[in-house]
């Protein structure tokens, strides 16, 4: 199995004592910039829109399925309520939106190493909220998780064609991931980290 390709982790109840706390926080455009950036807020009359009595609609972001990319739109049922952090995953060829519908998400974010890109930096691992009306849009290679807080939270999502068939094909064990990578923090010599609202 590919060294940067973990499988999903035991079920929430199957956890060791965390190794650390990480503090969860409102999501702002200046607190996310590092890893991709927000969607959502309100009308924006310095962007190409129109805006009337009946509906407002503008430009927020041209995204960027990579080189030869086909854009895919999905539907994604979170449900994991641990808020225990014990996997991350990243896309390397494109970006990934998440937009929360009817509910909000614990989106945690972390960027690659700055000696090795596809090796988390956990020193500089982020967790923010992300309530209904709003999203992110990560730049490849961010290295993510999300939960919900109870539930199950439908969001949309945003993504590469290829990717989700690359991924689904390697977490079914058909193939070693080639455009994803997850990894389990005990592998990178890290304990789960505890996620608090």
Do not use: K
């Not at 890893?35 to 807020?41: A, K, P, Q, S």
């Not at 972390?110 to 956990?122: A, H, I, Q, S, Y």
């Not at 455009?179 to 010599?189: M, N």
Request: some cysteine; proline content about 6%; overall charge negative.
């Amino acid at each position: 199995m590919n060294p940067r390709f973990a499988p999903w982790p035991a079920a929430a109840d199957e956890v060791a004592e965390p190794a650390r706390a990480l503090t969860v926080e409102a999501l702002t455009a200046e607190a996310f910039a590092p890893f991709g950036r927000v969607l959502g807020g309100g009308y924006d009359p310095t962007v190409t829109g129109f805006s009337h009595p009946g509906s407002d609609f503008w430009h927020v972001h041209d995204f960027d399925a990579g080189t030869g990319g086909q854009v895919e739109v999905l539907w994604v049922n979170y449900r994991n309520d641990s808020l225990r952090l014990r996997v991350l995953e990243a896309h390397w060829l494109t970006e990934q939106a998440i937009v929360p519908l009817g509910g909000e998400i614990v989106h945690v974010v972390c960027p690659g190493r700055d000696d090795d890109p596809r090796t988390p930096d956990l020193a500089r691992l982020r967790a923010f909220r992300v309530g209904d009306g709003q999203g992110v849009c990560m730049q490849p290679g961010c290295w993510h998780a999300s939960f919900v807080l109870a539930g199950q939270t439908t969001c949309l999502m945003l993504t590469r064609h290829s990717t989700t068939a690359d991924l689904v094909e390697a977490l079914q064990g058909r193939h070693d991931a080639v455009e994803s990578s997850i990894v389990e923090l005990a592998a990178l010599g890290e304990g789960e980290v505890a996620l608090q609202v």
